[in-house]
């Protein structure tokens, strides 16, 4: 998305500031858009697009270096959290602020978990296409050495014939079965809990990547290279719910019985305009490269879309500059989404107001859970385990964008629209990007009131949802005046307009010379730093006089940067221009500065020549041509 700043200026010269007396009017920074909210630093707080600022997810931070990527994630119920890692296949397992190696499975990486068959853990890999069966109450973290690896690979419970890639798993409760979403080609397997596995459905892509289960037993898949989002009603009888512009549909959540909206469906489908596929050989998914082959490519184009009851769909989100890593829905059955580009975390509602809730220091949201009884997010590039603790508190802090005055502004009053008690705070300096040049952070304001921070031509303002965690910040104006700068005039000119244009023409032979208008076209160029509306006058001095005569009236307000004048009643001869250039219109009585510039001498010559002592001797005529100058 590309940042506006909305920039209102009113010329008010009673709102100036202090003592002195400062160039142009007051004018103001107001942020009160998306846009404009966007751009700064946004730890803890949520901006909508309604141009709404609020407490956003309170976020914990548990970096696992040792892990390369994240793929899938599952939540025990102990509260714990297993994390599918790449680098070895590793399962981690998040519990009391801790994370550790779990599970090794020797794959190149776990992309998918599933809890199910009296909560059993149950892991898909690649390349090898087979699954691992684990008990939660294991204590395979126990097998973890000093260095940090496990000290051997789990053995498989499945291997899935002519598969490589278990792209995503899901349970079906009511039907005791476990639905294995799989690559190269492109099969949603039906694994019963001895591990007999059926194909349920054979699709003409080469990867099905996602899967989930609705109440009434029908299996929801997803494929990569047409991005088709399939129903699947029985073995082999599916249905195209949607056949997506793009390379995949990525993520597919239903809304559970019990919940708001329940049997909604929602999906993700990613545009990858060609990076992926071109990466992707014909037999095997470049879905399974490393995260630091993936952040080579390009971020692509995501789509969040959800299919009601009656089957219609509605596009809730549609992002051209940020792929979908991950869809989870929260307790109302509302989906977030993780960002695959920059770690962020979007929300959506019905009312298609999206707020961004979390924006993490990561490249990518991987996993996120916003429901039950651990919520978090886990991310990837580098892999960080984020808890949320909360929404709110001391680290809610807005910050905005570097706002650009242009030139050194001195600050006046800082005013806001809130529902709820908020502090807010400015700091300044003449550096594009803050460094230690800048000043401290003001003194926090808990109402409108005046702007603390010292003159500098850049500022930033803050907002802190400490004080009331619901409280929503609507609009910011932040009032300033800038320095009056001189505009100087750099050249003025004086010519005909018609040698300027190139219309003087050399009459035909035997008509009359064309008629002389006696106009001299004045021009003039300056340098006008501040912007400031410029009002010029204009005077003439024959060559040889020391007075100086004013062309215009003194009613006449002249603010083009050209004059034509009519010389008809000046005597010929040689004269000079000057112009004076002033910036009264733009600031208040005894603060305006001016600046003037004469041209060269020029010839104001409005007779024609006088011919005299013609003589024709044979074909030859002599005479003498004169003229007035």
């Known amino acids: 998305m590309n940042s506006k700043l909305l920039f209102s200026v009113a010329f008010l010269a009673s709102t100036l500031l202090g003592s002195e007396v400062h160039a142009v009017g007051t004018r103001h920074f107001v942020l009160t858009t998306l846009e404009s909210f966007q751009g700064g630093d946004a730890t803890g707080v949520s901006i909508a697009s309604d141009g709404t600022v609020r407490a956003g997810l309170t976020l914990a931070k548990l970096p696992i270096a040792e892990a390369s990527s994240v793929w899938d994630s599952a939540v025990l119920d102990d509260g714990s959290v297993l994390l599918g890692t790449g680098a070895g296949g590793r399962i981690y397992r998040v519990q009391s602020g801790k994370a550790s190696i779990w599970a090794v499975t020797g794959a190149m990486a776990v992309s998918s978990l599933a809890l199910g068959f009296d909560e059993q853990v149950f892991a898909g890999t690649f390349p090898n296409g087979t699954i691992f069966k684990l008990d939660p109450n294991s204590k395979l973290d126990a097998k973890t050495s000093e260095t940090g690896s496990a000290a051997e690979p789990l053995k498989p419970w499945l291997t899935l014939p002519e598969t490589e890639d278990v792209w995503d798993l899901a349970y079906d409760a009511n039907a005791k079965a476990l639905y294995a979403a799989t690559g190269p080609e492109g099969r949603l397997y039906r694994i019963d809990a001895a591990g007999k596995a059926e194909v349920y459905f054979d699709s003409d892509e080469p990867h099905l990547v996602s899967v989930a289960v609705a109440a009434d037993g029908s299996v929801y898949t997803g494929s990569s290279g047409k991005a088709l989002l399939y129903r699947v009603s029985g073995p082999g009888r599916a249905t195209v719910v949607q056949d997506f512009e793009g390379d995949e549909v990525r993520s ?328 004076e250039a002033t910036d009264e219109l733009s600031n208040p009585p005894g603060a305006a500065l001016q600046h003037s510039l004469e041209s060269v001498a020029f010839a104001i010559d409005n007779t024609p020549p006088v011919f005299s002592n013609l003589t024709l001797v044979g074909d030859k005529l002599t005479g003498i041509a004169s003229d007035g100058v």
């Open 252 to 579: 597919i959540a239903i809304v559970p019985t019990g919940r708001p909206h329940a049997g909604v469906v929602y999906a993700t489908a990613n545009d990858y305009r060609g990076a992926v596929r071109s990466l992707r050989p014909q037999k095997r998914a470049k879905l399974q490269a490393t995260n630091d082959e993936q952040s080579e490519l390009k971020a692509g184009k995501g789509k969040l879309v959800r299919f009601g009851l009656d089957g219609a769909m509605e596009t809730l989100l549609d992002d051209a500059d940020n792929h979908f890593a991950t869809l989870a829905l929260d307790a109302q059955g509302l989906p977030f989404v993780g960002l695959g580009r920059d770690g962020k975390v979007v929300t959506v509602d019905d009312h298609h107001i999206t707020r961004v809730v979390a924006d993490t220091d990561e490249r990518q949201a991987a996993a996120v859970v916003v429901a039950g009884k651990t919520r978090f997010i886990a991310t990837g590039d580098p892999v960080v385990f984020h808890e949320i603790t909360g929404s709110g508190g001391t680290d809610a802090l807005w910050t905005s964008k570097v706002l650009d005055a242009g030139m050194r502004a001195h600050f006046g009053r800082l005013a806001w629209t809130a529902d709820g008690a908020l502090e807010l705070q400015t700091r300044s300096g003449n550096t594009e990007k803050p460094d230690s040049t800048w000043s401290d952070w003001s003194a926090a304001l808990l109402q409108p009131g005046p702007a603390k921070s010292p003159a500098a031509r850049f500022s930033q303002i803050r907002a802190r949802f400490s004080a009331d965690p619901t409280a929503v910040l609507h609009e910011v104006r932040l009032s300033f005046v800038t320095d009056n700068a001189l505009a100087v005039l750099t050249s003025v000119e004086a010519g005909d307009p018609k040698s300027e244009t190139g219309s003087a023409t050399v009459p035909v032979s035997g008509a009359a010379p064309e008629e002389s208008k006696p106009t001299v076209r004045l021009r003039w160029k300056l340098d006008n730093p501040d912007n400031d509306e410029l009002r010029f006058r204009l005077f003439f001095q024959p060559a040889g006089s020391p007075r100086w005569t004013a062309l215009l009236e003194r009613s006449e307000v002249l603010t083009k940067k050209e004059y034509a004048w009519d010389t008809s009643g000046l005597p010929e001869g040689w004269y000079r221009v000057r112009v």
